[in-house]
């Protein structure tokens, strides 16, 4: 008589909630509030699947984390748009 396979447990609310915020990502406005556990884990996600646009990467940035600012600043190239003038000074 066999044993039927155990059954894979549910994924964790964590993970639920992590997978919601990739999917949506590019709506929020703020994510200084994630304890960084979680912001690590949603950066990598985010690199991952290809979602890291320039307002995500802003986002990412704006909270200050060490780890994700090193991160950026060895493997991101930032585009810096010039700024032109709009009239000529004498």
Known sequence: MSHPSPSPSPPSLLSLAIHSALLNISRFSDLSPLPDPVL????EKTLRAGKLTEKVLKL???????E???????????IVSPVLPTSKSS
Not at 60 to 66: H, L, R, S, Y
Not at 68 to 78: A, T
């Open 40 to 43: 690590l884990e949603l950066f």
């Open 60 to 66: 990412f940035m704006a909270t200050g984390n060490d």
């Open 68 to 78: 994700i600012l090193l991160f950026i600043e060895k493997n991101i190239q930032l």
